[in-house]
């Protein structure tokens, strides 16, 4: 007779499947609030005590942990002195082990107490599971209750359960506890600030994608276990499901508005912003927004950072766009966007959080803080001053060139953005193409410092009153010397806003 050890906090269809079990003669060994449940529903099991011949103890901290268990797990069925040896002790084998863990996920984003988490670490499950998938071969282990249903099928089949399922089932123990083991690891290093010797990325699949940037990509998306950010806590009230694309672009013009305590909108496609603008309500917002590029908008993402309301968002479906996103919407407005029905409107319940930016390379990972900070200080280098209102717009602009690619050049005015330039490989580039579209502009927001006074010299013949820049150029005397000649104000903040 075949024995199936059964362990589970999620006891979600484990009835069935025991039930099932019984049926083709299997054996169950059961532990605790398990056996408890098995017995309250009619199937027989043997408790854990009857085969270790030890009570549990230490608040059920060691029950599982014994070598009449882990015997009957490990032992190779073919070698002839794994064999002997159980006689020798009297063990049996386990031919079926079926466990999932204590919560720890969950737990570690409750608000409870750091000793109330340290309990949820799982030792006996992790343990038995690792050793039943490293003695696949001999052992089916089950670590998902999803994959009941396949074991059951293939036992009807054939009896058996084959090499690769076992082998399947073997790798997903192995990918469920690296995980569950990275979220214990940083929850234990969560007050260290360095970074640890191994990353450990603590994610679960929310999805498979349709594709990827393109259609010839495979492409998933996963969720993190251990934040509670933006985009694991989104609601889609209408449309169809998001990309690949979408998911980056939906991220990014996001975090741009909610930058801004006031009502604020920003268009993005591409993954930059197209049109940044601040409103005394969102239809104002959006319509500054729009009138910064009211070409690159066509298909693209707009965000607000304040609930949307009907009259904005009947001005929303008069152009074609791919998603409109908003931490709320009135149902009206609601009534509205779904007469569009491929439109995808977002609800995105949570503010980012993100601590940590991550970037795969080639053979490797690049993994540095989120871009929190915005100036250093605000360090006024001519001989004119920036008015109040020019401050605002220094401000402003310089919270949208945080998330335009470098060089990146934002052109503002009255919390409006005229003109965006980046992307590309030289700042006067930048420059020329920010202003030439940012007609009536007087603040000019630079990602970096200026190399030259190439930028200083375009601003000028632009109209622009005001330039903020970081500042650290080598040459930082040449664009402090054009702009006391000019007549525009510079502001340096010493802190830079690479993105690329």
């Not at 979600?12 to 025991?18: E, K, L, N, Q, T």
């Not at 009907?310 to 008069?318: D, G, N, V």
């Not at 001519?382 to 690619?405: G, H, N, R, S």
Request: glycine share 6%.
């Amino acid at each position: 007779m075949k024995r199936a050890l059964i362990s589970v906090y999620d006891k979600g269809g484990i009835v069935d499947f025991a039930k099932f079990l019984k049926s083709i003669n299997v054996e169950i060994i059961s532990t605790g609030g398990t056996l408890k449940y098995l017995k309250e529903n009619n199937i027989e099991a043997i408790d854990i005590e009857e085969v270790t011949g030890f009570p549990e103890m230490l608040e059920g901290r060691v029950k599982t942990l014994h070598p009449s268990i882990h015997g009957g797990i490990l032992a190779k069925r073919k070698e002839a002195s794994h064999i002997r040896a159980l006689k020798e002790r009297d063990i049996e084998l386990i031919d079926i082990v079926v466990v999932n863990l204590y919560p720890f996920f969950e737990k570690y984003k409750e608000n409870i107490t750091f000793e109330e988490k340290v309990e949820f670490i799982d030792i006996g499950g992790p343990t038995m599971l690792r050793a039943a998938a490293k003695n696949f071969k001999d052992v089916i282990v089950v670590s998902d209750k999803k994959d009941y249903k396949t074991i059951i099928e293939e036992l009807n089949l054939s009896g058996d359960v084959s090499y690769n399922t076992r082998k399947t089932l073997a790798g997903k123990v192995f990918n469920l506890t690296s995980a569950y083991d990275g979220a214990i690891s940083k929850f234990l290093l969560e007050d260290s600030s360095e970074y640890p010797e191994y990353m450990n990325l603590v994610y679960k699949k929310s999805k498979d994608l349709r594709y990827g940037e393109n259609p010839h990509q495979k492409a998933a998306y996963y969720d993190s276990l251990l934040e509670e950010g933006t985009m694991n806590n989104i609601e889609i009230l209408n449309g169809k499901e998001l990309s690949y694309n979408n998911i980056k672009d939906l991220d990014i013009a996001f975090k741009v508005v909610m930058e801004f305590s006031d009502i604020a909108c920003c268009a993005l496609k591409h993954n930059s912003p197209c049109g940044v603008a601040l409103g005394r309500d969102n239809l104002e917002a959006y319509t500054k927004a729009y009138e910064c590029d009211d070409i690159s908008i066509f298909g693209g993402v707009v965000a607000f950072n304040k609930k949307l309301d009907k009259a904005t968002a009947e001005k929303l479906i008069e152009i074609f766009l791919e998603i409109v996103v908003a931490p709320d919407f009135e149902e009206e407005a609601l009534e509205v966007l779904r007469k569009k029905k491929n439109l995808r409107v977002i609800k995105c319940n949570n503010k980012p959080i993100s601590t940590n930016v991550l970037v795969s390379v080639d053979g490797g990972l690049l993994v540095q803080e989120e871009d929190k900070d915005l100036i250093k200080e605000l360090d006024v280098v001519t001989k004119i001053v920036p008015t109040e209102e020019e401050l605002k717009d220094m401000d402003f602009a310089m919270k949208v060139v945080k998330y335009v690619k470098s060089n990146a050049i934002v052109v503002a005015r009255g919390g409006k953005t005229l003109g965006i330039g980046g992307g590309q490989v030289n700042r006067i580039w930048a420059a020329k193409e920010a202003l030439e579209r940012g007609k009536g502009a007087l603040v000019l927001a630079s990602d970096a410092f200026f190399p030259f006074d190439d930028v200083v010299k375009e601003a000028a013949s632009h109209g622009i009153k005001a330039i903020i820049q970081p500042g650290g150029s080598i040459k930082d005397k040449d664009s402090i010397k054009a702009c006391d000649e000019l007549g525009i104000s510079m502001v340096l903040t010493h802190i830079r806003h690479f993105k690329h």
